[in-house]
């Protein structure tokens, strides 16, 4: 199964699918799947790009209205993560993961689906120590402080997904803590200079994303935010099963983001658009983030790479945003056991599921999912395993596709997405804002949100319509 996967997007889709497409032509092939590794910006209308946190220069309505409201469709099936250049109220809604336009699939704030049985998980947003150990408290309408601290991941998203046995891929927008030091550092300081500080106090990168590394061991890890493309091969002990702890250090900072005041380590800025399948080229330039435009800088070669994961370590991809002569897409081959047959030439369509473990979890740690600045405690882990093992019980004896469509998918647990979440428009489309244009919107409770946790027998908590200030 050929899959092209893609750093930030930055709302540029007609650009990125455009590329996907010459890609296609020039290498004879047909990618069956798209991976977007953050800050796609799935703005529907104006109101919308209020609630996304960057300087007033960089809100632009972008490409992604034109896919939710139909007047394109997305060409391959997308998954994508969330960055820290979001529509952050659009992201809220689909907490557990939905579609954000047809084809357009977001993994959540943290998840794990499969697509013809390779396991795919991701968390979305960056690392801030301070907002780590907080709740889901962030309500409509933000203030400058919450509309930076709701893509803060959280710890409780952290042990969620540690508890995951390894998937195939893991996507995330910040690098792993130490990531540099498992590839050509200097390499990354000549094409990045301002990064050293942050190399030399281990300050670049994210902690729990880490240490979520170590756990998972997945096979691939791709990962975008800084804006450079950057590969690395985490070598994994032969023994032992990684440790759940959670290490907590300060952010790192990086000079190339949107340079938004309070975050400590937002996105950074390089140039170059999505070359060919394995070999792509690498700039060095780093200037403060969002600079979507006229970003040409002599392009640096970079070695070719060789996808050939063994089950001890994981290949690691950071790659750039979507400019031209920016490395910001690559396409890799990844092996499955259930392919859909199809005619050479055609474009397959992966059957997309949820996953049955990423479920018992959901249910697990739902009892855990607080919408206030407090968190809970939360269980040991050998407590946290127990009630996922039970719950994989509950999983395996309720959740099936519907009657009409269950010989589709045989397997105890198994069910497909489409099954169980349709798109629906929770917004209008740009046009219909009038005067309230640059006024943050109402809170949209998403059919979707209802619809997963209707499956999985448990209260839809992203349902803040009754306390809608807006």
């Known amino acids: 199964m050929k899959i092209a996967v893609e750093g930030c997007s930055h709302g540029a889709l007609d650009a990125i699918y455009q590329h996907l497409r010459d890609l296609e032509a020039k290498h004879n092939y047909i990618v069956d799947l798209l991976l977007m590794c953050g800050d796609f910006q799935a703005i529907r209308n104006h109101r919308d790009m209020q609630c996304m946190a960057v300087p007033q220069k960089y809100k632009q309505l972008g490409d992604f209205h034109k896919y939710y409201t139909g007047e394109k469709t997305a060409p391959v099936l ?35 689906i499969q697509v013809n049985g390779i396991r795919i998980a991701g968390a979305s947003g960056i690392f801030k120590s301070n907002d780590f150990s907080l709740g889901f408290y962030e309500r409509l309408p933000y203030d400058h402080g919450t509309m930076r601290s709701i893509y803060h991941i959280r710890e409780f998203n952290v042990r969620r997904l540690s508890l995951l046995s390894s998937p195939d891929i893991f ?69 032992g099963t990684g440790s759940n702890s959670l290490p907590i250090t300060s952010p790192p ?27 792509l080229q690498t700039t060095s330039h780093n200037p403060d983030e969002i600079t979507l435009e006229e970003e040409e800088e002599e392009v640096i070669q970079s070695p070719p790479v060789a996808y050939r994961p063994q089950p001890s370590m994981t290949n690691f ?31 397959c369509m992966p059957k997309l599921t949820f ?18 600045r407090r968190q809970a405690d939360y269980p040991d882990e050998a407590t946290a395993r127990a009630m996922v093992a039970e719950e994989m019980m509950w999983v395996k004896s309720n959740v099936h596709n519907n009657e009409a469509n269950s010989s589709d998918v045989p397997l105890p647990g198994i069910r497909t997405i489409l099954d169980c979440q349709t798109f629906v428009q929770s917004a209008p489309g740009p046009g219909s804002e009038g005067a309230q244009k640059n006024q943050q919107p109402p809170w949209y409770t998403n059919t979707q949100t209802t619809a997963f946790c209707d499956m999985l027998g448990i209260q839809n908590v992203i349902d803040f319509s009754s306390d809608n200030r807006a």
């Open 253 to 279: 900072q990086n000079p190339d983001e949107i340079a938004i005041a309070d975050d400590d380590f937002d996105a950074v800025e390089s140039q170059n658009p999505p070359i060919e399948d394995s070999r």
């Open 317 to 347: 991809l950071a790659l750039d945003k979507c400019l031209p002569k920016r490395e910001f897409m690559e396409v890799i081959d990844v092996p499955t056991t259930s392919d859909e047959s199809t005619m050479p030439g055609q474009r």
């Open 355 to 372: 996953d049955p473990e990423w479920l018992a979890i959901s249910r697990a740690f739902h009892p855990f999912f607080s919408m206030r």
């Open 171 to 239: 996507l995330s927008h910040d690098w792993p803590q130490y990531i540099e030091r498992h590839g050509d550092t200097q390499g990354l300081l000549r094409r990045k200079p301002f990064f050293r500080q942050d190399v030399q106090t281990g300050n670049l990168g994210s902690p729990p994303l880490m240490g979520l590394l170590r756990t998972l061991k997945p096979k691939w890890w791709f990962s975008a935010h800084l804006h450079v493309r950057f590969q690395a091969t985490v070598q994994h002990e032969q023994s």
């Open 78 to 112: 997308t998954i994508v993560i969330g960055g820290n250049h979001e529509a952050s109220n659009y992201m809220s809604e689909l907490y557990h993961g939905g579609w954000l336009a047809p084809n357009i699939y977001f993994l959540g704030h943290a998840g794990c």
